[in-house]
């Protein structure tokens, strides 16, 4: 393109196939549209000092003679653009400059998108036109005449025109094997590459499955623990377990429980029994724990003490592994009923705290009233600590009521206090180590 004749192309249309040149050319054009623009808008005013007051040519030339995009030399050379220019010409200029590349780049990837759109069509045809060509040969291959004849070639020589066709038949068969060679080939290179990739990846998502496996064993209970503290623990509803009132004693049945309206608990205690079997009573509701200098039962002088769990697997079939989850969430002056001997025993909050599981010592304490002390597991899906919710019985009165443990004799001194079930790998270390 030649800059001094307006851009007007050289040697007529030359199509060069550089890159480079079309690119000089185009924004060669746009900017000889621009100044026309620009000169377009000087002539319907004085624009500072300078103005121009020769009418100028369109943008587009009609002389046919010219090049479509051609434009006079004066437009930009003859007349300099002017020193001051006011907001309207300046946004003529730039939006000139925006229509051009908005202009260009529609066209540009339009025609992009036309050739992909079309270059895919012609490999789908390709392909389609080689299967019909094979299945057209295959066919014929499969109705070839199996009749032998004699002809005269051009030599004059009489030659098999059953071994002719046969020659050529197998021309064919072997140019359609060495095509479906191929195909197959390639079709089984790209899938080994796909399958090569996968794999890779089994490895990772299989050590990422087994290591989620571990930690859903291990872990589980510190999820679905929170969520059962406010979930009903017990079987009733929460609207048929009420407070009663504590003054009155009232006779109910034989069957030994725990009340405890506030958490929804209505569950049985499993009296008498030793301390090595507290874990399996545990299993089937809580268990009345006795050591030495905290023995009582209801209605003794003394601490009565119940444990239960707070937590356990997700997968245990103990029904009553979260039953003191929702523990911590008793306070001073909430009521505990405890049914023992066919009387109610009532028993109001007084304290909660949290202990080492070795602190025995912590149940044994010094009292001239009967206590209760309900123990379990904290924090929730753990057992790291114990903790301790202790309470005094209200109802009925205790006057003249006997010292707890007073007849009891050689009760073992435990190391430490009751725990939730074992987690998973924990059952397993202890059924190899025998504990």
């Given at each position: 393109m030649d800059s001094d004749t307006g851009g007007q192309f050289s040697n007529g249309f030359n199509r060069s196939s550089s890159s480079d040149a079309q690119r000089r050319a185009a924004v060669d054009i746009a900017r000889q549209k621009v100044l026309a623009a620009y000169a377009s808008s000087a002539e319907k005013g004085p624009l500072g000092q300078n103005s121009y007051s020769q009418p100028r040519q369109g943008i587009y030339s009609?002389?046919?003679?010219?090049?479509?995009?051609?434009?006079?030399?004066?437009?930009?050379?003859?007349?300099p653009a002017p020193s001051q220019i006011n907001s309207?010409?300046?946004?003529?200029?730039?939006?000139?400059?925006?229509?051009?590349?908005?202009?260009?780049?529609?066209?540009?990837?339009?025609?992009?998108?036309?050739?992909?759109?079309?270059?895919?069509r012609l490999k789908a045809a390709r392909e389609q036109a080689e299967d019909e060509e094979i299945a057209s040969v295959l066919s014929n291959i499969g109705k070839s005449e199996t009749k032998s004849g004699l002809s005269l070639d051009s030599n004059g020589n009489f030659q098999n025109e059953s071994a002719s066709r046969n020659s050529a038949t197998s021309d064919d068969s072997a140019s359609i094997r060495d095509r479906l060679r191929q195909?197959?080939?390639?079709?089984?290179?790209?899938?080994?590459?796909?399958?090569?990739?996968?794999?890779?990846?089994?490895p990772i998502i299989a050590g990422v499955a087994v290591v989620l496996l571990i930690l859903f064993l291990q872990y589980n209970r510190l999820i679905f623990a929170p969520i059962m503290a406010y979930v009903s623990p017990g079987n009733a509803p929460a609207t048929e377990i009420e407070a009663l009132d504590p003054t009155i004693t009232?006779?109910?049945?034989?069957?030994?429980?725990?009340?405890?309206?506030?958490?929804?608990?209505?569950?049985?205690?499993?009296?008498?029994?030793?301390?090595?079997?507290?874990?399996?009573?545990?299993?089937?509701?809580?268990?009345?724990?006795?050591?030495?200098?905290?023995?009582?039962?209801?209605?003794?002088?003394?601490?009565?003490?119940?444990?239960?769990?707070?937590?356990?697997?997700?997968?245990?079939?103990?029904?009553?592994?979260?039953?003191?989850?929702?523990?911590?969430?008793?306070?001073?002056?909430?009521?505990?009923y405890v049914n023992y001997n066919s009387v109610r025993?009532?028993?109001?909050?007084?304290?909660?705290?949290?202990?080492?599981?070795?602190?025995?010592?912590?149940?044994?304490?010094?009292?001239?009233r009967p206590l209760i002390t309900l123990v379990t597991c904290t924090p929730l899906g753990s057992s790291r600590y114990r903790l301790l919710v202790t309470g005094e019985q209200i109802s009925p009165s205790y006057e003249g009521a006997p010292t707890?443990?007073?007849?009891?004799?050689?009760?073992?001194?435990?190391?430490?206090?009751?725990?939730?079930?074992?987690?998973?790998?924990?059952?397993?270390?202890?059924?190899?180590?025998g504990h």
């Open positions: 009609s002389d046919a003679n010219k090049s479509a995009y051609s434009v006079p030399a004066t437009h930009y050379k003859d007349n309207d010409s300046w946004k003529t200029y730039h939006s000139a400059w925006q229509n051009y590349y908005q202009k260009y780049y529609s066209e540009y990837y339009s025609n992009a998108a036309r050739n992909y759109i079309a270059k895919e195909k197959i080939r390639k079709k089984a290179t790209d899938s080994a590459k796909k399958s090569r990739r996968h794999r890779r990846f089994i009232q006779t109910v049945s034989a069957d030994p429980r725990l009340i405890i309206p506030k958490l929804n608990i209505d569950v049985p205690i499993n009296f008498n029994i030793a301390l090595s079997d507290v874990m399996s009573a545990m299993n089937h509701g809580v268990a009345h724990y006795r050591i030495s200098g905290a023995s009582a039962f209801p209605g003794e002088i003394g601490n009565f003490i119940i444990t239960g769990h707070s937590a356990g697997d997700v997968y245990s079939s103990n029904p009553y592994k979260y039953i003191f989850s929702g523990l911590e969430r008793l306070e001073e002056g909430d009521l505990i025993y009532t028993y109001k909050v007084t304290g909660k705290q949290v202990i080492e599981p070795t602190n025995v010592g912590a149940l044994v304490v010094q009292t001239d707890g443990g007073s007849e009891t004799v050689n009760i073992d001194e435990p190391e430490e206090l009751p725990s939730n079930e074992p987690s998973f790998f924990e059952g397993i270390w202890n059924w190899l180590t």
